[in-house]
Every structure is written in C-alpha cells, then in structure tokens.
C-alpha cells in the first residue's frame, strides 16, 4: 500500500512537472465581466464587454508571461440585467469560478451590492461606469473605478461655471435623492472654492413637476447659473418653466440629465444657455481614442457606445498589475494594482487610496443644432 | 413686489387645477360619503388618453389648427374617462354601499393602483412629451410677472367649468336630484328620485372634469406619465377637505387656497423662519396650514353644511 502510494506520489510529480512543461505555452486565466446584455441598456453593456474583451484579446497576441508561463486570458460575461439581484447572483457565479478579477459593473446601483461578493472573495473589480461615490467609500480594498464619480463631476461642474461661465452668482436646486442632493452638494463646494456666491439653495423631489414657486424665488435672486442636481425627467420640465418665467440665467445639470430624453422632454425650451456633464471624455478627446475607435470598429465591425474605452483601460490595469506582481493570484497582484500608473486608452490610469481614478476627467456638453455637443 | 405678484400667479395657476380635481372628490364624499381615491388616476388617464389622440391626429392630419385638435383631444378624453368613472362605481363601489365605509375606502385605494399599472402596461414607464399647443411664450402684463396663455387659458377653463357645474347643481332638475340624495338617499329613493341614477352621473361628471384638468396640467407642464395622477390626486384631496369635503364651493376655495399657500410658502418660508426652514418643506407648509384651519373649523373653511353628515 505504501509502496503504490509513494509510486502514485512519484507519477503525480512525474505528470505535474510534464503538465507544468506544456502550460508555460498556455496558461488560461480568467477575468470576468458583467454589465447588461438584456434589457432597455444592453447595448451599453455589450460596448463594456467588447471593451474588455478587446484587451485581453490585445494582450493575448502580444504574449504575456508571469512566473515563467505564457498566460492566455479568458473572458467569462455574465449578465445582471442592470438588475441589482441579477447582480449579486452573477457576481456569486463568477466567486464561484474563481475568476482573477472583474471588469463590472455598469450601473452604480447594481455595482454597489456587488461589490461586496467581490470583496468577500478577495477579487479585486474594477467598473468602467459606475459614477455614485458610496461604491468606493466603503472602503473596500479591491474596489476600483476608471470613470470619474459624482464628487468629482461636481467639482468640474461648479468650476466650470465659476471659470468658463464666468458666473458670480449661482442657484441650486436638487430633487433630495442621494444623487441629486450629493452632487448638489458637490457643486455648492466647488463654485464656492472658485469663487462663486451661492445665492439660493432651493430643493424639490423626484416626483415634482410643477418648479415655478421656487423658480420664482431664484430668478429674484438673480443667479447668472441655476444647477439642478436630478434626472432628465425633471429638468426638462425645469427648463420649459425657467422660460415661462423669463429667466435668463443659464441652465446646468448633471449626467442624469445629460440624455437624449432631456432633448425630448425640454423641447423648444431648450437654449444654448443649456449645459449638462458627463463623466469621461468623449472618444475623439482620449489620447488613445482616435486608434482604440479604429481597433475596435475593425474587430466588432461596431461603433464604441459609450464606455467601452473605460472597460478596456479597467481590464488592461489588471493584466499590468499581475505583471508588475508576476502573480496572477488575486491576493498577490491587489498591491500592485493599488499602485499601478500606465498610459491607458482614457489617458493615464493611476487609483486614489480610495480606489477612484486619480485623474477622472469630466466633459461638459452644451445644446446646440438640436443636440448635446461637447464645449471645447 | 413683482415676485409677491407671479407667486400668486404661480399659486392661482396650481390652485385652480386642483380646484378641479377637487370637486370630483367632494362630490362624490357629498353623496356617498365615500373618498373615491382613483380619481388622481382619471386625471392620468385623461392626460394620457389626450396624449394618444393628438399623437393620432398629428399622424392623420398634421396641417390641422393646433387648437382645434387639443378641442379633438379633450372630447375624446373626456368620454373615456366618464366612462371609466361610471365603470368604476358600477363594478367596484356600487356592490360595496352597503359595506362598511373602511370597504369601499380600500377598494378605492386598489383601484387607483390598477389603474395605474394598467396605464404603464399601455403607455410605459417613461415620460412623454405632451405637445404645447397653447403657446407658452410669456407675456407681461405687468413688468416683471411673467403669465403664459396657457396658464390664462387653464384659470378661464376651470372657472368657467366650476361655474357651470355651480349652476348644474343649484339650478336644474338634476342637480335638485342630486343634492336630495347627498341628504339622505333613502327619502330621495321614496320621493321618486333615482338614486343609482344620479349617484353614477356624479362619478361620470367628476370623471369628465378629471379628464379637462389631466389635460390643462399635461399641456402647462408639457409632460405625462403614468404616475403623474397621484400627487394632484392628493392635493386636490386635501383641498377638497381644507374647503370642506363635500361643499362644491369649499372645494373651489380650497383648490385656490392651496395653490396659493403653496407657492407662497416655498418663496417665503425660509425669510419668515429665519432661514430655520427650507423649500423641501413646501408641502409641509401646506399640510400645517390645513392642520390649523382644520382645529378652529373642523369641517373646513366652508363646511358647515355638511357637519350633519360625519
């Protein structure tokens, strides 16, 4: 017995260094992915996952190899319906399969219970998209993001009104809701650093639509910028008001309502006095943009959506930090992806102590021949 | 000055929307002594209704006066929704008259649910633009307070609907009818009137002037939704109880006030409490001001007439 278990021992060494022999040509390793594939944004979703799906492709041509074996990297998608069940069970699953890491997910709200599976497990994630600033503030060590958040596009947002606009006084209105009233918040904070004067801070819900009493309050105030923090469905009746009642001042919002239904819902109301922002640079203004646009159009023989670059720069922060580590082992790459800084297709990718992207850039859009257009 | 002046605007604009709403509520609580919940959801529905009809006739006939098809869109609204209100006492209420007065209260609620999922099945959770056919460029009769047609057309209509309604109930037949059976159906039934009859028109008439406000608020906010009937649904309720729930006048009144309250109080409620309070607590400010007329005249500015009833 003892013999043919030492001879067994001896084979199983025999086989382990064979096998160890053939997979320095390939070991697989796999990274997940997760964002909508169905439901009314699954486009989105699939732009993030080709956006992935793209680099690892890169990477796999190039060859890369950690602790002496060639690593051949694998994309494992699933699908959370922008759903933020379907977002915890997916998450489970990929935990399950021992992924490396995860580029996901897109929404904030979904990423955000996620992202405790994640961190449980020990697998770092990083979102392209997910903009609300609760995902980092959990401080959970794995958590990271490539896309600008809500702190930061409030902070541009008040700059730029102070800077660009040149506007002494400003007015803010927020619908109360975590996203609104944080970013609201943000805003108040910057434009007053910048030197701005706040002379109004009015506040609605996400229910309302009639705005002329507290309007009516502003526009006596006679603010050079009103800021609403909230979604499309309430600015675009905002707007409509802010007209009715002779306002001039002009209209900021952010990405909430920085949609093709703000056009709809403001109709004809809407000005060149109208701003909204987004988080991240449009394709044409990101270093690599012009040439990732290129590669990804001949290899999906489709056009990037919207944050397909972000889930590029997110998967290839990992691969370059299993580099730097020479491990592909969660536990051992995490330091150095804390500590990663290369140029990426968005530009430079570098993570905060918090896990945000140190230099998140926010573009600023204004209406103009019936659409949003970026401001230079 | 100027601001005093386009936040009464502001309020008369709101106020008489909800005065409209509010009559459909008091005249049901006057005859039934029922609170008919849905009736925020005929406003919807009759927004909505609106809606489908002009997106139809913009299909059909595109050239046609942009006046001409809100007049299509609101004769096709209105039916719909008296329908609909006949249906739902028909159906829901009627078979609950004898029932404790908490059944038809939750079947009221329920309904105002259904209703509402049923308009998102129809018309989908997103907001719709509702087309601006009254204009809404701004005009100042005074310097500095800014009045749109629209809004001029939303105070006539609903004063003209209100006073027409006034003189349906003190001056003909029918609204002899109806005020006997507010007063106690029974004696009405023996004196020879029919009161499931009258009882039906009165939830066919609220409905019908739920369907002129649903489409007034569509076409001065140029959205609907299918969830947009709840809030004036229940600000028109508690105008309706601010006036004196079941006082076709009080309702008017009540409507009026409210609106008023409202858009004064969100423009001076943080300089009257010293900064102590904001804007968000808009409808707070509202709800105080019912709660104080409520403990000096519990039946509501003008609701003695009805003090018999509860």
């Known amino acids: 017995m003892k013999k043919t278990g030492i001879a067994i021992a001896i084979m199983g060494l025999g086989f382990g260094l064979m096998s160890g022999g053939v997979s320095a040509a390939d070991m697989v390793v796999k990274l997940g992915h997760v964002g909508p594939l169905t439901g009314s944004i699954s486009h989105l979703g699939k732009d993030n996952e080709n956006g992935a799906l793209l680099a690892i492709e890169e990477y796999n041509a190039k060859g890369v190899t950690i602790g002496g074996k ?63 600033p609760k995902l980092t503030q959990q401080n959970y060590a794995g ?51 910048t030197g701005g004067k706040i002379v109004a801070r009015e506040f609605t819900n996400d229910k309302a639509t009639d705005f002329m009493a507290i309007l009516t309050k502003i526009k006596a105030q006679n603010p050079d910028v009103i ?39 403001a109709g004809d109301a809407l000005s060149g006095n109208t701003y909204c922002t987004q988080a991240g640079l449009p394709l044409d203004k990101m270093p690599g943009g012009k040439d990732f646009k290129d590669r990804y159009k001949k290899r999906f023989n489709l056009d990037v959506q919207i944050y397909a670059p972000y889930a590029y720069d997110a998967a290839a922060a990992m691969i370059e930090a299993m580099k730097v580590a020479d491990s592909t082992s969660p536990a051992k790459y995490l330091p150095a992806l804390k500590a990663i800084s290369f140029q990426g297709v968005t530009g430079n ?26 401001v230079p | 000055m100027e601001t005093l ?89 009627r078979r609950l008259r ?56 939303i105070v006539i209509v609903s004063a003209l609907v209100m006073a027409g309604l006034i003189l349906l109930v003190t001056k003909t037949r029918l609204g002899r009818a109806m005020r006997a059976t507010a007063e106690n159906h029974r004696v009405a039934a023996l004196m020879g009137v029919d009161t499931n009859a009258i009882i039906a028109l009165t939830f066919v008439i609220g409905a019908g002037l739920a369907a002129v ?27 309706a109880v601010l006036g004196g729930i079941g006082n076709l006048g009080g309702a008017m009144l009540g409507g009026i006030v409210l609106g008023l309250v409202e858009a004064v109080g969100a423009g001076y409620i943080e300089t009257m409490t010293f900064g102590f309070l904001n804007s968000s607590y808009q409808d707070i400010f509202a709800f105080v001001i019912l709660g104080i007329v409520l403990i000096f005249r519990p039946t509501g500015l003008l609701g003695e007439r009805v003090s018999d009833r509860a």
């Not at chain 2, 409209?20 to 909505?48: Q, R, S």
């Open chain 1, 70 to 132: 060639t690593i051949k990297f694998e994309i494992m998608g699933e699908d959370d319906q922008a759903d933020p069940r379907a977002g915890t069970t997916v998450a489970q699953r990929l935990v399950d399969a021992e992924v490396a890491g995860v580029v996901g997910h897109l929404n904030s709200g979904t990423t955000i219970p996620a992202s405790r599976i994640y961190h449980q497990a020990g697998i770092p994630m990083i979102s392209p998209s997910a903009t609300n």
């Open chain 1, 143 to 193: 958590v990271f993001r490539t896309i600008a958040n809500d702190v930061q596009q409030g902070g541009a947002i008040g700059k730029f009104a102070t800077g660009t606009l040149g506007a002494k006084n400003i007015a803010i209105i927020d619908d109360r809701t975590a996203y609104g009233q944080g970013l609201a918040d943000e805003v108040e904070k910057s434009a007053k650093a």
């Open chain 1, 227 to 265: 800021f609403f923090g909230g979604m499309d469905a309430q600015a675009g009746p905002m707007v409509r008001q802010l007209k009715q009642l002779g306002i001039n001042a002009k209209f900021m919002a952010g990405d909430g309502a920085c949609s093709g239904e703000m056009l709809k819902l």
């Open chain 1, 349 to 374: 990718v570098a993570f905060d102590a918090k896990g945000d992207i140190k230099e998140g850039a926010i573009t600023v859009y204004q209406f103009k021949d019936g659409g949003w257009n970026p």
């Open chain 2, 5 to 93: 002046l386009q936040q009464i605007v502001n309020g008369l604009v709101v106020g008489s929307v909800y005065a409209l709403v509010a009559l459909g509520y008091t005249m049901v609580y006057g005859i039934l002594g029922l609170i008919n919940f849905a009736h925020g959801e005929v406003v919807m529905i009759g927004a909505l209704t609106a809606l489908q009809t002009l997106l139809i006739l913009m299909g059909v006939a595109p050239d046609m006066a942009p006046l001409l098809k809100l007049a299509i869109a609101v004769l096709v609204a209105m039916p719909v929704c008296m329908i609909l209100g006949f249906l739902m006492e028909r159906l829901a209420y």
């Open chain 2, 98 to 153: 004898g029932a404790p007065r908490l059944a038809p209260l939750i079947t009221a609620i329920g309904m105002s649910f259904l209703l509402q999922t049923l308009a998102m099945i129809i018309w989908g959770r997103n907001y719709h633009t509702f087309p601006q056919l009254i204009s809404t460029a701004p005009m100042q009769p005074i310097p500095g307070v800014f009045v749109t047609p629209v809004q001029v057309a």
């Open chain 2, 213 to 239: 406000a649903g489409v007034m608020f569509a076409s001065n906010y140029g959205i609907a939704h299918y969830a947009m009937g709840f809030m004036p649904g229940l600000k028109a309720f508690t105008a």
